[in-house]
Each structure stands twice: as structure tokens, then as C-alpha cells.
């Protein structure tokens, strides 16, 4: 496998007049010493076109970094290098291996936005190539590389795939175009799911369709093509959303998961509820705001970081939660019972 | 919603008013970076892959482009300023405010690009006019940089910063990659 990973990385860099060498030439030692370098992108994933760029992953030991990255180009190839601290790596690997943090008993915005890049990070490591490493590195990456990752790849995705079922359908009932957007996201986190338990973990589903064909799941493909069109009408968006939702249901046994599932609701970032003569003003950014008839019984400070309300996965939200989440007022996240 | 009114006062000098300052700024901030940050890669994306025969990245990028084009269009008539940046919301409402015109306009596009009557690149043409009726709702007087490119980056960092510090000096969330500062 690392073979075949170089001459496909030595292949394109060349059509750049470029060499493998030419990425470490790249690396600066002002953030401390590099402790692995990796190579990764979709060109090591496979999937990459002659527009694609690279990414360079530099772990060094300072933990003062943000990510922001150093863009270079090389021969026409677009070479973006981002340092990050070996903490930080060893953290988020920590954290990916606990668990889903679908299985928290709470699920906050934070908490998902932590995991989820702690998810991305991991699976840029899984599909990078070594450029060099520290010798107490080299099997630090051989043991990312392993089907440890793949479950919690494709654990993420089928939680991620009922979060966007059930947004769905609490928004058919008012928002039926929106509803469409979200069940074919359903759709995409469910396929995402099956191709990552054959090993292909990237997280961007603009490659699901390559990551399809790679593991040959020609129905799934088909299913991703259908969802991938947009529908216009009413009428259409009615036989659209049935359609989709069936090959989610297909892909998703939430017969047996609906059991052991809750959604949760928080409020959105920017959220203010104030109320004033008997009228409550939910608002975000004190800009956009939905004005409600009575008191949702919430103090200034007591709708702050905890969940506004909660149900077992089937249950409907209150009326006034729903419309605030239709409104986009309201933060949803799955968690496992 | 934005309205906007010019006259001339004291001889030759043109005033807009707005009376909504902060949209305002979130438009131009929030919306430049959906630009930058996403459309921009996105459509090197379909490029790529027309080139590649890469038939379903160029239809799911097609679609995240009328989108979030469809989005700054919404963020101007009153819109959420917070756009998914990384799929942790799940109702992020692209079409909130918006005509049906341009909703369909947007949504037969895709559906033009999936139904492959027509020649790609031809399509790609009506899909950058797209992207270019959303960038003209920001109302800036030139296009935007390119960020990915060689000094596209450097400029937009520049912008990015007296950007930063208007909008936290009006309340309003950044419109950064949060990993362009963590």
C-alpha cells in the first residue's frame, strides 16, 4: 500500500516538474522541529484531478499553533502546509478513539464541532503519505492506518445520517424544500457510512461518488446520482422526498436504532430570549428573530450551553420547539440513551 | 432588508443610505467569505472534474454552489448570517426571504448539469454567471480576490482582518474559518 501511495504521489507531482523532496523543501523549522510530516489530500486518497491541490501535515512539538495554512506554489501545483502541535494530534486521537460523541450523555454544538475535526484530522493521517518521520512516529501512523478508524468513521456517519432524518422530517411540515435538502444529506451520511466500512474514510462527500465506484456499490451509486438532483415543484419535492427517504431507511436500520437514540435541542449560536409584556422575542445576532406569544419559561442566563429540550427519537417536539428550530433558532444533536 | 437611496447633496457628492447597518456589514462580510472560503474552491472543483470525467463531484459541487450562491442572496433580504461551515447544522435555511424566480432559476441549473443534455462547459459558463449575480448582490465596486491563488491569499488575509474587527465592533460572528484563528 505505501508503494503504490508514492508513485501515484510521485506521478502527479511530476506533472507539476515537481518531486516528492520538493514538499519536505516546504516544511520551516520555525515552529519547532518536525516530529512526522505527511503528504495527504485527495491525490493520496486516489480521487484527485489535475486541479487538485496538496495538503502537507507537519506535527511539531509547539502547541501554539492555529491552522491556518501556509499556501505555496509549486510548478502551477498548489501546496498548502499547516502545522499542527503533537498535544493537540494525540488529543484528538484520544478523543476519536473513546467513542463517538454521539455516545455523550450530552451533546453540545462544542462538543460536536471538537469531535468532528478531531475525526477529520485522524482520517487526513489515515490516507496521508509519510514524508518523514521521527522514529517514534513510524508506528504511530501505521496504527492510525487500521479498521479502528473505519468503524468510528462509519459510526459518525450513521448518526450523522439519523440527525439529518429526523431534521427532515420536522421540517417537511413547514419547509418542504428545505425538508428535501436534508433528507438527501440523510442520504449521503448513510452512503458515506457503507463505503467507510470498506476503508475509504475521507470525510468531504463531494468524493462519495468516486468512493462509490472504488468499492463498486453500483445500486448506491445510482441512489447517490437520484438524490443529487434538485426538485423544483411541489409535486416534485413531495415524490423526491419519498424516494430518498426510502433508500435512507434501506441503508439505516433504524428500526433497531430509533430505541436506543434521544435528540436533544439547544439553542443555535448568537441566541438571546428576552421577553417584554408578555411576549417572547427569540433572536439570533440580535438581527433575525421569531416573536412567540408567551413565555418559554427560560431566564436570560438559563438557556445558556444546556439543552432545551429532549425526546426518544420518534417523539415530536413541543409545537414552540419545533418552530423555533424550523426557524433555525435551535441547535439538534443525537445522542446514543 | 436593505434600502438603499442615493441623491446628490452639496454638488457632486453621492450618499447611499441603509437602514440596516449591521446587515449591512454582515452581508459583506459573511458573504464575501462564503465566496471566498467556498464557491471560489468549489467551482475549481467542477472544473476539475469536467476535465477528470469526474461526473458526480461536478453535480455535488454544482448543487453546493447554487446553494450557498442561493444563501448570500438570502442573506441580503434577511437571511442567517451563520452559514454551515461544517454541516453541524441541519437547518441552515439557504432559501429564507428568497424570490421563487431565483430559487428555480438556481434548482433547474443543477438539474440541467445532472441531466447531461447539454455541454458542460456551456453550462459552466451559466453556472459562473450565477456565482457572479451573487457576488454582485455584496455590492462591492470590484470582484473579489481570488484566494487560491498566488496573491489572492496574502490579499484576502489583509481584508480579513479590518473586516474581523468591524464586525466584532457591531456584535456580529466572524466570518473566519475558525481554524484560520484557533
Redesign the interface.
Same mark, same amino acid.
Given at each position: 500500500m505505501a508503494q503504490a501511495d508514492f508513485e501515484w504521489l510521485k506521478t502527479f507531482l511530476s506533472k507539476h516538474n515537481c518531486v516528492p523532496e520538493d514538499l519536505l523543501s516546504e516544511v520551516e523549522d520555525v515552529y519547532g522541529e518536525p516530529r512526522i510530516v505527511i503528504a495527504t489530500g485527495s491525490i493520496l486518497s486516489g480521487f484527485g484531478n489535475k486541479f487538485s491541490d496538496l495538503d502537507v501535515f507537519v506535527v511539531v512539538e509547539n502547541s501554539n499553533l492555529t491552522a491556518l495554512p501556509i499556501t505555496s506554489y509549486k510548478g502551477g501545483l498548489r501546496v498548502d502546509t499547516e502545522y499542527y502541535g503533537v498535544d493537540r494530534v494525540f488529543n484528538q486521537e484520544k478523543m476519536v478513539r473513546s467513542g463517538s460523541c454521539h455516545r455523550s450523555q450530552v451533546l453540545s454544538r462544542d462538543l460536536w464541532v471538537q469531535y468532528y475535526r478531531s475525526l477529520r484530522s485522524m482520517t487526513r493521517f489515515y490516507d496521508g503519505y509519510r514524508l518523514s518521520s521521527k522514529p517514534e512516529f513510524f508506528d504511530w501512523l501505521d496504527q492510525i492506518k487500521s479498521c479502528w478508524l473505519e468503524s468510528r468513521v462509519s459510526e459518525w456517519f450513521t448518526y450523522e445520517s439519523c440527525r439529518h432524518y429526523l431534521a427532515a422530517n420536522w421540517l417537511k411540515k413547514s419547509n418542504m424544500r428545505l425538508a428535501c435538502n436534508s433528507i438527501s444529506e440523510a442520504l449521503f451520511s448513510a452512503l458515506s457510512a457503507k463505503v467507510a466500512e470498506k476503508g475509504q474514510v475521507i470525510l468531504p462527500k463531494k468524493w462519495l461518488g468516486e468512493k462509490l465506484k472504488a468499492c463498486a456499490f453500483v445500486e448506491y451509486l445510482e441512489m447517490f446520482k437520484k438524490a443529487l438532483r434538485y426538485p423544483v415543484s411541489d409535486v416534485e419535492q413531495e415524490c423526491y422526498f419519498s424516494d430518498i427517504e426510502s433508500f435512507v431507511l434501506k441503508l439505516v436500520d433504524l428500526d433497531k436504532l430509533q430505541h436506543s437514540l434521544s435528540w436533544q435541542l439547544w439553542c443555535s449560536p448568537g441566541v438571546q430570549i428576552d421577553n417584554i409584556k408578555g411576549e417572547c422575542i427569540v433572536s439570533r445576532w440580535n438581527m433575525r428573530g421569531v416573536l412567540l406569544d408567551s413565555d418559554i419559561g427560560l431566564g436570560q442566563k438559563e438557556y445558556m450551553d444546556c439543552v432545551i429540550s429532549s425526546g426518544k427519537f420518534l417523539e415530536q417536539p413541543e409545537d414552540v420547539y419545533g418552530q423555533l428550530f424550523a426557524n433555525d433558532m435551535l441547535w439538534l444533536s443525537v445522542v446514543e440513551n | 432588508m436593505l434600502l438603499k437611496t442615493s441623491f446628490t447633496v452639496w454638488g457632486n457628492f453621492d450618499m447611499n443610505t441603509v437602514c440596516d447597518i449591521? /446587515?449591512h456589514i454582515?452581508l459583506r462580510t459573511q458573504g464575501a467569505f462564503r465566496l471566498l472560503v467556498g464557491i471560489q474552491g468549489f467551482l $475549481?472543483?467542477v472544473? !476539475? !472534474?469536467i476535465?477528470?470525467r469526474?461526473?458526480? +463531484?461536478v453535480? *455535488? &459541487?454544482v /448543487?453546493?454552489i447554487?446553494?450557498k450562491s442561493l444563501s448570500i442572496h438570502s442573506l441580503a433580504l !434577511? !437571511? $442567517?448570517?451563520?452559514d454551515q461551515k $461544517?454541516?453541524? &447544522?441541519?437547518? @441552515?435555511? *439557504?432559501?429564507l426571504g428568497l424570490d421563487k424566480d431565483i430559487?428555480?432559476k438556481g +434548482?433547474?441549473l443543477?438539474?440541467r448539469f445532472?441531466d447531461c443534455y447539454e455541454p458542460k462547459e456551456k453550462l459552466l459558463e451559466e453556472l459562473r454567471a450565477f456565482v457572479d449575480q451573487a457576488e454582485d448582490v455584496l455590492g462591492f465596486s470590484e470582484k473579489l480576490y481570488v484566494l /487560491?491563488s %498566488?496573491q489572492g @491569499?496574502a490579499s484576502v488575509l489583509r481584508l480579513a482582518k479590518s473586516w474581523e474587527e468591524l464586525a466584532k465592533s457591531k456584535?456580529? %460572528?466572524s466570518a473566519l474559518p475558525?481554524?484560520?484563528?484557533?
Open positions: - | 449591521r /446587515r454582515a $475549481e472543483d472544473e !476539475g !472534474g476535465s477528470a469526474q461526473e458526480e +463531484l453535480l *455535488y &459541487q /448543487r453546493q447554487v446553494l !434577511g !437571511g $442567517e448570517l451563520m $461544517e454541516q453541524d &447544522q441541519v437547518n @441552515f435555511d *439557504y432559501f430559487v428555480e +434548482l433547474k443543477i438539474n445532472a /487560491r %498566488p @491569499f456584535n456580529l %460572528p475558525d481554524e484560520w484563528v484557533l
